[in-house]
């Protein structure tokens, strides 16, 4: 079957740095993407990932290892407006998003 | 002008009725996506549509439909809602290729439909 891990819950402090984790386990991969969601909001897209690296993005970077099937989102200098889901979700052979749960990140004065 | 629009933001009703759900895109996308996401915050595919393939999750019940009267719409009708329907119900789209023609699924979401079924 098909699977994608990732932490369910995090807290961090604003102005520091946080790495949520995103495993997966997919028939076929075309790429991987990160979402924002904050409560009651539709997901946002931040990043899309197909080659081995990171990809930075102002605070935010992505990183793919497709070897280990692993990535990870980086948020630096954490502000209160970070607190949201992060969703995982990635392309399968046939161009299919699989979606992880989502982590919650909590960010505290 | 918003990208992917649904109405309602909001639906209340009773067990047993039959509701509708629209959905529209000015993007030109080719793509068009149902999902539901629980209490648990989980999001879960429903439907993709486009002009050539509607593809369904297995696990949806068939009192669930898709109606897509052109590319740009693609409606979500709910016959004999239940309890367990409660739910907000996002609307995506999304463009096949990117500028190079490489197979790309960037989704752009709807605000979202909270059904609430009493």
């Known amino acids: 079957g098909q699977n994608i891990d990732q932490p369910t819950e995090m807290t961090a402090t604003e102005g520091a740095i946080v790495q949520i984790n995103c495993t997966y386990q997919?028939?076929?991969?075309?790429?991987l993407f990160w979402y924002q969601q904050h409560a009651g909001e539709a997901p946002t897209f931040l990043s899309y990932n197909v080659l081995d690296g990171l990809e930075e993005k102002g605070r935010f970077s992505s990183f793919l290892s497709r070897s280990k099937g692993y990535s990870y989102l980086l948020l630096k200098e954490l502000q209160m407006k970070d607190s949201a889901s992060y969703l995982c979700?990635?392309?399968?052979?046939?161009?299919?998003?699989?979606w992880g749960a989502g982590t919650k990140l909590i960010i505290k004065p | 002008d918003t990208a992917v629009s649904q109405t309602p933001k909001y639906l209340v009703t009773q067990m047993g009725n039959d509701k509708s759900i629209k959905c529209e895109q000015n993007l030109g996308h080719d793509t068009m996506y149902w999902y539901k996401q629980d209490s648990k915050k989980f999001l879960k595919i429903m439907f993709s549509?486009?002009?050539?393939?509607?593809?369904i999750n297995e696990t949806v019940p068939n009192r669930f439909s898709p109606k897509s009267p052109d590319k740009a719409h693609l409606n979500l009708h709910i016959n004999s809602l239940e309890l367990g329907d409660s739910a907000v119900y996002f609307c995506?789209?999304?463009?096949?290729?990117?500028?190079?023609?490489?197979?790309?699924?960037?989704?752009?979401f709807g605000p979202g439909t909270r059904l609430t079924v009493l």
């Open positions: 549509y486009n002009n050539k393939e509607l593809i």
């Open positions: 997919t028939s076929g991969f075309n790429g």
């Open positions: 979700a990635v392309m399968d052979s046939n161009y299919q998003l699989i």
């Open positions: 995506a789209s999304s463009q096949d290729l990117d500028q190079r023609g490489a197979p790309y699924n960037e989704q752009f």
